[in-house]
């Protein structure tokens, strides 16, 4: 008999326990991961934090699953797995095990960065800021600790679902997207057959078969496990198909917009027409109509922004996709303005908006940006391009009353000369470029801007070659704004258009050299009706392109020469010179309008904003050290967990080796690790009688979670502790007789397994892992109960009889 609290398995029952632990570890913790994937909307380099929660992942499930296989206590396994993540994040993020001296400095930092982007920028957080993974790899790892505490520790896999739920409920909530179909579908899947491993393992556990069925697990009752698999397969089948399914025909699942793609709303579908397909009738019409009139504080008004068009294809641009859910109206204060930075001062000026009923649009004109705004009915803004929409079929702009407060940001040339690379970082939708686009697009930008150094530079020097070159023209130009179009517009043969050319080619060449660009559509300047009135007409719609500057934000540029109607004149901050690429010292010819710069970031340096970021900041590669380390750290855990249960089993074998009272000590100790009473004062005949109300049946793989114990369960076990009793009668009251070491032995071994039978699991492994007895005082035995009085195991009230 094996002298442990439990009996002992073969090894193919050993190796069988590990495999389904590992199984059921590994299928929660690979199912959060995917679940995560839904972060992927926080940051446009989402690898920087999934890669390392790949590893992270590994951890939890593996320590998780091997800490339990050993009958850890719960409470020291969540420990021990918060303990190792910790160290795991910790040397991902700084390179150390612990967080000391330096290391903590520069771990405090690395959140304090990640938590100044998180608030700076609106997500995706861009590439070549401090990076937000810190945050979400602490994140991610919360969740994988607490699923897998549910799933594997209290074994409660519904409780899974609530991380679960928080986890897609984040970026829902912050991002108002909706969650991917193909990452709900994995985790929904993952769920499910987790639920089904959990259920498949109690059902198990029920009991052994009165008879024998074929078709049934042998042990359980008579189970058939084909169709608990059948029944399993089916309902989680047919719920994961309902899931996915089913929303695609709810109003509420998403904003088709322009025939691309799903966008969050609440469940109106629309058509938006594009802005510029009226642009240039409402310009050569015959009359100049009036259009908006606007009463103001700006002394000096002008582009007033209708829409904003970001998608270039080769017919035409176009707006392209709108997010804007019904939290998101034109109502109340407005987001900060994007990419604007805090430093750069800013003029507000209050606007009061009448639109007269010759102004038939869905789209509602306003300054560029604003800070807030109060109109009537359905109108919401994009966050990406701050453009109002109308979203029922009520809402028009003909004959709104609407105030709103416009900001104009002072910006400075030294400012945006000195910009860091703003190659993506407004989001990858405003540098997309069609498939065959004219060589002549990409010739001519390299030809205007290859010798300048840096992208605001590149940028001027487009505007002043348009405006230097061309000529405006409503009549001779070519008709539209796609590739073909541009192409024409581009040769040395054309270059005569209007607006609508003039503001698609500088945003189609800006996008060329990774520049993020759009196209705006609305009104260019008004006349002023009286002191602070002003009056737009038909002949003042216009269109320009809009380029985008760290911190800086989007800003205006004017490729339009003069036209009939005025001057278009180019903004202040695009007025002047810089120096030549090859001057090594300022001219002495220089005029006042040259800016003194310091070097700006080369092209090379653009093409790899990761290495602008933080010195912690984390990429898809696995840190095989760090892994070693941390795996050095888990066997540490291990083995302090092992000490307690070691010590015991070597003073166990001691004691049944060493005679009938050692022996006799040892089931004192016993009794006390699985939280049983010992007698006191009474004689090992009276004690005898007593402890055979604890005996159960021998514990196994079937043993129930509260198992039956009493007089009448072991008899074995009641013959072995007479034995006992007689010898130890016999070496304190009789002569000394013949050695009965081996028989003392084997008793003791039968009466331990009773005894550690005849009490709940959970008694049983605080006795294997924190023996009581290594501790407890050997002047103060417990007291004793008699086996009519109630007595605890482990916690739990049983009436004894």
């Known amino acids: 008999m094996s002298a442990s609290y439990s009996y002992r398995r073969p090894l193919g029952r050993v190796r069988g326990g590990l495999r389904d ?10 199912t959060t991961w995917f679940a995560l994937l839904s972060w992927k909307g926080f940051a446009l380099n989402w690898g920087g934090f999934m890669g390392p929660l790949v590893l992270v992942a590994i951890v939890v499930a593996t320590s998780g699953a091997l800490l339990r296989w050993l009958r850890v206590p719960g409470p020291l396994v969540v420990l021990a797995q918060v303990v190792v993540v910790g160290v795991v994040l910790s040397l991902q993020l700084v390179g150390a095990p612990l967080p000391l001296g330096d290391y903590w400095t520069q771990l405090h930092q690395l959140f304090a960065d990640a938590s100044a982007s998180a608030q700076s920028y609106r997500a995706p957080v861009p590439r070549g800021v401090p990076p937000i993974d810190p945050l979400l790899i602490s994140g991610g790892a919360a969740c994988l600790l607490l699923v897998d505490l549910a799933v594997g520790t209290m074994r409660r896999v519904p409780l899974a679902g609530l991380p679960l739920l928080t986890i897609y409920s984040v970026p829902v909530s912050l991002l108002g997207g909706g969650v991917s179909l ?10 499910l057959l987790l639920l089904y491993l959990q259920e498949s393992r109690q059902i198990a556990r029920w009991g052994r078969p009165l008879g024998h069925d074929a078709n049934s697990d042998p042990s359980g009752f008579g189970v058939s496990n084909g169709a608990l698999r059948s029944s399993a397969g089916a309902i989680g089948g047919v719920a994961t198909a309902l899931a996915i399914v089913v929303p ?73 996709d709108r997010k804007a859910p019904t939290d998101q109206r034109a109502f109340g204060d407005m987001p900060d303005i994007e990419g604007l930075s805090s430093q750069v001062p800013r003029k507000t000026y209050d606007y009061d908006v009448r639109v007269e009923p010759n102004f038939d649009s869905t789209w509602l004109p306003t300054q560029f940006p604003i800070s807030r705004i109060d109109a009537a009915g359905d109108w919401r803004y994009d966050l990406s391009t701050m453009d109002f929409m109308a979203f029922d079929d009520n809402t028009n702009a003909q004959g709104e009353h609407y105030t709103m407060t416009a900001v104009q940001p002072q910006l400075d040339p030294q400012s945006l000369n000195n910009s860091l690379t703003s190659t993506q970082l407004a989001g990858t939708q405003f540098t997309e470029l069609p498939d065959g686009l004219p060589d002549i697009v990409s010739s001519l930008t390299l030809q205007v801007t290859s010798d300048l150094p840096t992208k605001y530079q590149k940028a001027v020097a487009l505007q002043n070659w348009f405006r230097d070159n061309f000529t405006y023209s409503l009549a001779n130009g070519p008709s539209g704004n796609g ?105 002495s010819a220089a005029t006042s309008r040259e800016v003194d710069r310091p070097t700006a970031p080369s092209d090379a340096k653009e093409q790899n904003p990761q ?28 083995a302090l967990a092992l000490l307690p249960r070691l010590v015991r089993r070597r003073r166990r074998e001691a004691r049944l080796a060493g005679g009938p009272e050692p022996v006799w000590i040892e089931l004192r100790d016993t009794v006390i690790d699985l939280g049983l009473t010992w007698p006191v004062g009474r004689s090992p005949r009276e004690t005898g009688s007593y402890l055979v109300h604890y005996f159960g049946r021998p514990p196994s793989e079937d043993t129930a979670t509260r198992p039956r114990h009493g007089a009448d369960v072991s008899p074995e076990a009641e013959t072995a502790l007479a034995r006992i009793v007689t010898t130890i009668e016999h070496q304190r009251y009789a002569p000394p007789g013949r050695d009965q070491d081996a028989i003392l032995r084997a008793d003791a071994e039968t009466v331990i397994e009773a005894l550690v039978g005849g009490v ?31 007595t605890r195991y482990g916690g739990v009230v049983d009436h004894v009889g």
Not at 278 to 306: N, Q, W
Not at 760 to 772: F, G, H, N, Q
Request: glycine residues 8%; contains cysteine; hydrophobic residues 40%.
């Open 483 to 587: 590739s073909d179009a541009l192409a024409e517009f581009l040769d040395a043969g054309g270059r005569v258009g209007y607006c609508e050319q003039f503001a698609s080619a500088m945003a189609v060449m800006a996008r060329t050299i990774n520049i993020p660009a759009r196209v705006a559509v609305g009104f260019l300047r008004p006349k002023q009706v009286d002191k602070d009135t002003w009056v737009y007409s038909a002949w003042d719609m216009h269109a320009w392109p809009e380029l985008f500057f760290p911190g800086s934000g989007w800003v205006r540029f004017e490729p339009t020469p003069a036209t009939r109607f005025g001057d278009t004149t180019a903004p202040s901050y695009t007025d002047v010179q810089f120096p030549s690429p090859t001057d090594n010292l300022p001219s």
């Open 760 to 790: 709940p699991v959970r008694a049983r492994r605080r006795a294997e892992w924190l023996p009581r007895s290594l501790v407890a005082s050997r002047r103060r035995p417990t007291t004793a109960a008699t086996p009519t009085e109630e």
């Open 182 to 191: 193909i990452v709900f579908t994995i985790t929904t899947i993952g769920f």
């Open 248 to 320: 695609l025909f709810v109003p509420s699942f998403g904003l088709h917009v322009f025939g691309n793609g799903f966008g969050q709303g609440d469940g109106d579908q629309i058509k938006i027409v594009n802005p510029m397909t009226d642009l240039k009738r409402d310009i050569d019409r015959g009359r100049d109509v009036p259009m908006i009139t606007v009463t103001t504080t700006d002394p000096d008004p002008s582009y007033l922004r209708v829409a904003v068009l970001n998608r270039f294809s080769d017919n035409e641009w176009t707006s392209g």
């Open 611 to 638: 290495d602008q970021g933080s010195s912690g900041a984390v990429g898809l590669g696995i840190p095989w050290r760090f892994v070693l380390l941390g795996l050095a750290a888990l066997a540490l855990l291990v």
């Open 21 to 30: 632990a590992l199984v059921l570890s590994g299928v929660a913790a690979a």
